[in-house]
C-alpha cells in the first residue's frame, strides 16, 4: 500500500471518540494536548489514568469541570509512580479476591511532564519500574517547567532559554545536556520503552497500544511542543515535532525486550539549524553553539544506530 | 475465640492488619516501625494474609500507593514513624482531602537533627492538621483494639485514621494481651464500599484543581465532615467495649474522683503516671490522671468536663514547639480558654528522644507545678521546664 493511500485509509481506523473532550484550557498550538488527545484515542473506555501535577492537570479538571471521559485521578506532583503501583495491587488483589470480575479488563496509565518525570517524579516511578507493576507511563515532554512559566528542568535541551537558564553575558540560557529519560527507561529492564510525537499521530497511537498491551511496564517519551515556552508561533507545531525527528534531535525508536527499532530510519539528518531557528528559544546561539550541537545529536544518533541489529 | 497470648506490640498490630482482611499494604522501613512491615510481610508470603505488599522506595511512595489503592476501592494499610511521616507528610493532606480510608499506624519517634530513633511524640505534633482521625495507645492491647476501631471508624466516615503507638515502648515491647477471634473481628469491621471508586466502568475524575473560587468551599465541606466523625468514633468504641469488653473514650480518667490536682498524658508514659499517681493518693495528694486518647478531631467537651473541679493541670509533652513551650500544653490551654472556671494550667517537656520518664519525675512534676501555680497566681510568667536536662 502506497504512502498516499494510507494517509487516506489511516485516519478512518483511528476511533471518533474523544475520551479527553474538547473544550479544555491548553494553550493554542499545545503538542502535549493533541498528544494526550492520541494517547486516549489509543487507550480506549478501559483505562485508569493518573496524571502528574502540570499543564495536562489543570488544563483538564478546573472544579466543577472536567475533560476526563475515562476513570482519572490526580494527587501530588511527583508521586504518579506510585499511585498507579496502588491502583494496579488494588485490582490485582481484589480481582484474586473475587470482589472485581477477574474478567475485568482494566489498564492503568501514568502521564506527567518532564518535570514530574524526570525531575521530582523519577524516583516514584523508578520504583514501580523496577517492582515490575503492569503499567504504561508516558511522559509528555515539552522540555521545561512551562505550567508555572518556562523554567529549566533536566529535560531542556542545551542552549534553550528558559526564566531559570535565561540567556546573559555568562550565559547562553541552558548549560547541561538533556537527560536520556528513555535510556533510563531500559537501564531498568522492562519490556518496553518508546519515544513518540504527536506529529506522526499514527506511530504513536501504534505505540501507545503496544505499551498498554505489554505485560509489566512500558515507558513512552512523547515530544510535545510547546509554543508558549518554545517562542514559536502555534501553526509550526506540527512542522516542529516533525523537524525534530528529520533532524535526529528527538529520534523515533522502540526498545521491545533490550532490542531496537528506529521506526523512522533517516539516511541523511537535516540540519539542526532548520529546527532550532523556528524557536525563539534558540534564536540567541551562535554559530559555534549550533555546530557543537549539530555533532552532538549526530553522535548521539549514531549511538542509537549502532544499538538497532 | 479469644485467647490470652504475649505478643509484642509491632506483632499485635501486624495481627489486627490480618484480621481486618486488608488488601494492599504499601510501606518503607524505618526504625521502630520495622516489626510491623516484617511481619506483614511474613504473613503475605505464608498466605495467612491474602494482600499485595508494595515494598515502596519511600514513605512519600507508600502513601501514595495507598492513596491509589483506597481509591481503587481496596481497603489499605501502612506504618511509619519519625523521618518517614515527615518525608510522607506531603501526601498525608491527599486522603483526608479526598475521603479516602487509608489506616496507618505511627510509632512515634523523634525527629532529626541530630538523628534519633527512639521515642517522642515530635513526628506526631507535626502531623497534627493533617485531617485525619489520630489516636493514641498507651500499651499493646490498645494498640490492637484501636487499630481494629480504625479500620471501622475510617470506612464510616469516609476519613483516614491513624493511630499512634510509642516506638520501642510499644513497638518493641511483649505484653500480655487478648487477641480475640478472627471471625469476630471480620464480624465488627464490615466489607468495605466506598461509593465512588476509580472504576473504567463509572468514571470519575478525582483530584481535580480548585481555583479561589471554589477552594473555600471544598475545605468548609471537609471541615464540616470531619468534626461530624465524633459521633461515630464514640459508637465504634461502645460497639467495640460492648463486645470485647474493653472500653475507650476520647478522654480517659484515671482516680480523678475528688482530684484537685491532673496529670494530662498521651501514649506509653501515662501507665508510669498511673504508678506515681497511685502514689501520690497514698501520701494523701488529692491527684488524678487524664489521657488524650482521642487526638483528632480534638474532644474540647470530654476535656472541660474531665477538668471541672480541678484546680492544677499539669500537661506533660514529649515534643517541643520551639518558641511556644509544648504543642499539647498550648491545645489544652487553648480548648479551656472559654471555660468560666479552668484550672491553672502548668507544661513540661520531658521524655525527648527516648529517654525514660520515671515515677519520681511525674512526682517532682505535681510538685512543680504546685510552686509555678503560686507564681501563676502572683500574675507572674512562668517557663515550660524541660525535665531531666543535665547542665
Known amino acids: 500500500m502506497g504512502i498516499e493511500q494510507e494517509d487516506l485509509f489511516a485516519p478512518r ?55 476526563w471521559r475515562v476513570a482519572w485521578i490526580h494527587t501530588l506532583f511527583e508521586n504518579v509512580g506510585a499511585v498507579v503501583s496502588g491502583i494496579e495491587s488494588a485490582y490485582k488483589v481484589r480481582k484474586r479476591k473475587g470482589k472485581v470480575p477477574a474478567a475485568k479488563e482494566v489498564k492503568f496509565v501514568g502521564f506527567g511532564g518532564d518535570g514530574a518525570t524526570t525531575d521530582i517524579g523519577i524516583q516514584a516511578l523508578s520504583g514501580a519500574m523496577e517492582r515490575g507493576h503492569d503499567f504504561l507511563y508516558c511522559c509528555f515532554d515539552n522540555e521545561a517547567y512551562m505550567n508555572t512559566g518556562i523554567q529549566r528542568s533536566s529535560s531542556t535541551p542545551y542552549g534553550a532559554w528558559t526564566t531559570t537558564a535565561p540567556v546573559g553575558k555568562k550565559s547562553i540560557g541552558q548549560m547541561t545536556r538533556k537527560k536520556n529519560m528513555p535510556e533510563i527507561a531500559v537501564a531498568h529492564r522492562i519490556p518496553y520503552v518508546a519515544t513518540a510525537s504527536p506529529s506522526y499521530p499514527f506511530d504513536l497511537m501504534d505505540k501507545v497500544k503496544r505499551g498498554v498491551e505489554t505485560e509489566g511496564p512500558a ?53 539542526v539549524k ?36 | 475465640m479469644k485467647k ?41 508470603a505464608d498466605g ?37 511521616l515527615e518525608l510522607m507528610h506531603e501526601v498525608l493532606y491527599i486522603p483526608s482531602s479526598m475521603r479516602l480510608p487509608v489506616v496507618a499506624v505511627a510509632a512515634n519517634r523523634a525527629l532529626s537533627a541530630p538523628l534519633s530513633v527512639w521515642c517522642d511524640h515530635s513526628d506526631a505534633m ?136 491532673a496529670l494530662l498524658t498521651m501514649g506509653s508514659c501515662s501507665e508510669t503516671a498511673m504508678l506515681a499517681v497511685d502514689e501520690l493518693r497514698e501520701e494523701g495528694e488529692d491527684v488524678g490522671l487524664i489521657r488524650l486518647r482521642l487526638w483528632r478531631p480534638f474532644p474540647f467537651k470530654e476535656l472541660q468536663d474531665a477538668v471541672k473541679e480541678v484546680g492544677l493541670l499539669v500537661v506533660l509533652d514529649r515534643a517541643v514547639s520551639f518558641g511556644m513551650g509544648g504543642p499539647v500544653c498550648s491545645e489544652v490551654k487553648s480548648a479551656l480558654y472559654d471555660q468560666r472556671k479552668k484550672p491553672n494550667i502548668v507544661g513540661f517537656i520531658g521524655g525527648l528522644g527516648g529517654r525514660d520518664i520515671s515515677v519520681d519525675e511525674f512526682k517532682y512534676m505535681i510538685q512543680e507545678a504546685q510552686k509555678k501555680e503560686k507564681a501563676i497566681e502572683r500574675g507572674e510568667e512562668i517557663e515550660t521546664e524541660m525535665i531531666g536536662i543535665r547542665e
Not at chain 1, 34 to 40: K, P
Not at chain 2, 4 to 12: D, I, K, T
Not at chain 2, 51 to 75: L, W
Open chain 1, 219 to 271: 515507558y513512552l517519551h512523547i515530544l510535545s511542543v510547546c509554543p508558549t515556552g518554545w517562542r514559536s508561533t502555534p501553526d509550526i507545531t506540527i512542522e516542529l515535532g516533525r523537524l525534530a525527528v528529520e533532524t535526529g534531535i528527538f529520534p523515533l525508536y522502540e526498545v521491545i525486550n533490550g532490542e531496537y527499532r528506529l521506526n523512522v530510519d533517516l539516511p541523511k539528518l537535516k540540519p
Open chain 2, 4 to 44: 490470652v497470648v504475649g505478643l509484642e506490640g509491632s506483632f499485635a498490630i501486624a495481627e489486627a492488619v490480618r484480621m481486618a482482611n486488608t488488601d494492599v499494604v504499601a510501606a518503607y522501613p524505618i526504625t521502630p516501625q520495622t516489626h510491623i512491615v516484617e511481619r506483614l510481610s511474613e504473613m503475605v
Open chain 2, 126 to 261: 507535626a502531623i497534627r492538621d493533617i485531617g485525619w482521625v489520630q489516636m493514641f495507645a498507651e500499651n499493646n492491647q490498645q494498640a490492637f483494639d484501636l487499630t481494629v476501631c480504625a479500620y471501622r471508624i475510617a470506612e464510616e466516615v469516609l476519613f483516614p485514621a491513624m493511630v499512634h503507638i510509642d516506638g520501642f515502648f510499644l513497638s518493641h515491647v511483649i505484653e500480655d494481651m487478648e487477641l480475640p477471634g478472627d471471625e469476630e473481628v471480620a464480624a465488627f469491621i464490615p466489607e468495605y464500599k466506598h461509593p465512588f471508586t476509580l472504576d473504567p466502568d463509572n468514571p470519575v475524575s478525582m483530584g481535580c484543581y480548585a481555583p479561589p473560587f471554589i477552594y473555600s468551599e471544598t475545605k468548609k465541606a471537609q471541615e464540616v465532615a470531619f468534626e461530624s466523625t465524633k459521633p461515630k468514633i464514640l459508637e465504634t468504641w461502645k460497639e467495640f467495649g460492648d463486645l470485647f469488653g474493653r472500653h475507650y473514650l476520647p478522654v480517659e480518667h484515671y482516680r480523678m474522683e475528688g482530684a484537685k490536682i
Open chain 1, 13 to 67: 481506523l483511528v476511533t471518533t471518540e474523544e475520551n479527553f473532550a474538547p473544550g479544555h484550557r491548553a494553550c493554542i498550538g499545545c503538542g502535549e494536548a493533541l498528544a494526550v488527545r492520541h494517547v486516549c484515542k489509543a487507550l480506549g473506555n478501559n483505562v485508569i489514568i493518573v496524571t502528574a501535577t502540570g499543564c495536562v492537570e489543570i488544563i483538564s479538571s478546573l472544579l466543577p469541570q472536567t475533560s
Open chain 1, 274 to 309: 532548520e529546527y532550532l531557528k523556528k524557536q525563539g528559544r534558540f534564536k540567541h546561539l551562535t554559530e559555534d553553539v549550533i555546530e557543537q550541537i549539530q555533532a552532538r545529536v549526530e553522535e548521539d544518533y549514531m549511538r542509537l544506530r549502532e544499538k538497532v541489529k
Open chain 2, 48 to 84: 495467612e494474609l491474602d494482600a499485595e505488599f508494595i515494598c515502596v522506595e519511600s514513605e512519600h511512595s507508600a502513601m501514595s500507593a495507598c492513596v491509589g489503592a483506597s481509591a481503587a476501592g481496596a481497603r489499605v494499610f501502612t506504618c511509619s514513624a519519625g523521618q518517614g
